[in-house]
């Protein structure tokens, strides 16, 4: 499985046919499992700041301690944000997740992670 702060937390590693080397070596991401980032009344709406102007991983940094989170405005706003850095524009209003509810989603216990 993949980091659980990445997109990609839900889906499987894949090996086709070496069997004692560790799979995060030599695997590659099998079919794609998805996070969904479903509503919530706890959800803030909030419009873009010019700061974060195209740059969701920076709004992930001060919303939930790393930009390793980007991905979860886009997955929570799939109607408005189709290209999570493209349409990360200011002015636009999106809904965000508390940080509380994202490490739940995502199954992490840590309370902040790597800013890479």
Do not use: C, E
């Not at 090996?15 to 959800?43: E, H, K, Q």
């Not at 700041?49 to 989170?69: E, M, W």
């Amino acid at each position: 499985m993949a980091d659980t702060l990445s997109q990609y937390s839900r889906t499987p590693l894949f090996n086709p046919s070496i069997s004692n080397t560790p799979t995060a070596l030599l695997g590659y991401l099998d079919i794609y499992v998805d996070v969904p980032i479903p509503p919530d009344d706890s959800d803030s709406y909030v419009t873009i700041d010019h700061t974060y102007n195209g740059r969701p991983d920076l709004f992930a940094q001060n919303a939930y301690g790393t930009s390793r989170l980007w991905w979860v405005f886009m997955k929570r706003n799939m109607g408005i944000l189709v290209d999570g850095w493209a349409d990360f524009l200011s002015g636009t209003s999106i809904w965000v997740p508390t940080k509380q509810r994202v490490l739940q989603i995502t199954g992490s216990n840590s309370q902040s992670g790597s800013s890479s």
